[in-house]
């Protein structure tokens, strides 16, 4: 069975870090792209960023493109997200999510399996 | 960036209705779209992708069609789990380009 398990939430004040994992299981984490989405409360969905299975690829949406950074560590079964110079609109429910076929190239940017999300809360 | 506008932003509808959800592109997307289902609380789930492709567990009430800029996904007949917010996503281009979702349609129990 597929599970994505986040964690690394919480209050933090702007100008802050984080850094969020997420444990992947049930399947070989290593031939697949993963990709963090957030959800602001009560909006909608906003794709983050992406890493490819190798880990050599990632790629930024412009909204934190040089505050947040991908990695993965296949070996540990984790993805992570640093998150550094947090602003309010930061503030969301990140969700780690695996591309729905795994590719030796580009992601695929369809995604399966969702985690239960962790909650970034960026305030004074 | 390819803007995706889903409409109506909600419905209001009862157990066993039909229903039609539009998705509609600022560009072209190439066919390279999904629908995603969102019950409260919960994370999405692929629903549909490229446009009319059914995701793995997915029952056939669901279907998807469009080309183009346009897309719908129509549910035959509503179950109490269906009422929940859907949205559509977009990965023409991506990556580099943006990876977009709609802003979502809800679908309530009238």
């Known amino acids: 069975e597929v599970q994505l398990v986040e964690s690394g939430g919480g209050l933090v004040q702007p100008g802050g870090s984080l850094r969020l994992s997420c444990v992947a299981s049930?399947?070989?984490?290593?031939?697949?792209?993963m990709s963090w989405v957030r959800q602001a409360p009560g909006k909608g969905l906003e794709w983050v960023s992406v890493?490819?299975?190798?880990?050599?690829?990632?790629y930024y949406a412009d909204s934190v493109k040089g505050r947040f950074t991908i990695s993965r560590d296949n070996s540990k079964s984790t993805i992570y997200l640093q998150m550094n110079s947090l602003r309010g609109e930061d503030t969301a429910v990140y969700y780690c999510?695996?591309?729905?076929?795994?590719?030796?190239?580009?992601?695929?940017?369809?995604?399966?399996?969702w985690g239960q999300g962790t909650l970034v809360t960026v305030s004074s | 960036e390819i803007v995706l506008t889903q409409s109506p932003a909600t419905l209001s509808l009862s157990p066993g209705e039909r229903v039609s959800l539009s998705c509609r592109a600022s560009?072209?997307?190439?066919?390279?779209l999904a629908w995603y289902r969102q019950k409260p609380g919960q994370a999405p789930r692929l629903l549909i992708y490229?446009?009319?492709k059914r995701a793995t567990g997915i029952p056939a009430r669901f279907s998807g069609r469009g080309s183009g800029t346009d897309f719908t996904l129509t549910i035959t007949s509503l179950e109490p789990e269906d009422f929940a917010v859907y949205y559509c996503?977009?990965?023409?281009?991506?990556?580099?380009?943006?990876?977009?979702f709609g802003q979502g349609t809800r679908l309530e129990i009238k």
């Open positions: 996503q977009q990965r023409s281009n991506w990556p580099p380009g943006r990876l977009t």
């Open positions: 890493v490819s299975g190798s880990g050599g690829s990632t």
């Open positions: 049930g399947f070989t984490l290593s031939i697949y792209a």
């Open positions: 490229d446009a009319s």
């Open positions: 560009e072209n997307v190439n066919g390279y």
């Open positions: 999510a695996k591309d729905k076929d795994y590719s030796t190239s580009f992601p695929i940017g369809y995604f399966d399996y």
